[in-house]
């Protein structure tokens, strides 16, 4: 009878286990990637998740969404907002690569002028603006 309860309870943490899904691995193991999307910056806020835009939404933002690899060494956002993007601590810059995470909603083609954040690249077309950092290795530049 201990031998059938043993299974019994064996079988049951594995499949709860199993039921609690990949997020559960992926916030305890970081490892993958993981895309958000929101409505709003303010849904954005709600969420918890706003360190993870590095302050670059405006309160207007619309049409947020990021994709992050989730060791941190890599994400591309892109959000809609009328208001031009605040370079007030970035330097204007050619724009020499792209993103190495793909998603379908991102820029395509690229523009030439951007500007660098820090690892950050930010880029805009009209009220379509767009961010990535790609740290493959230590000191990699904005790109």
Do not use: I
Not at 61 to 78: E, F, K, N, P, S
């Amino acid at each position: 009878m201990t031998t059938r309860r043993t299974v019994l309870a064996t079988t049951t943490l594995v499949l709860a286990a199993a039921l609690t899904g990949c997020a559960t691995f992926q916030d305890v193991f970081p490892v993958g990637r993981r895309e958000f999307t929101y409505a709003t910056s303010a849904d954005v806020e709600r969420s918890g998740q706003s360190f993870r835009f590095q302050g670059f939404l405006p309160q207007d933002a619309t049409d947020v969404r990021l994709l992050a690899q989730l060791d941190g060494h890599a994400g591309v956002m892109r959000w809609t907002s009328p208001t031009p993007f605040d370079a007030q601590h970035c330097t204007a810059t050619s724009v020499t690569g792209a993103p190495d995470l793909e998603a379908a909603w991102l820029l395509d083609p690229l523009p030439a002028d951007g500007y660098a954040c820090g690892t950050w690249t930010v880029v805009s077309v009209g009220d379509t603006h767009q961010a990535w950092r790609d740290e493959s290795g230590s000191g990699t530049e904005p790109r």
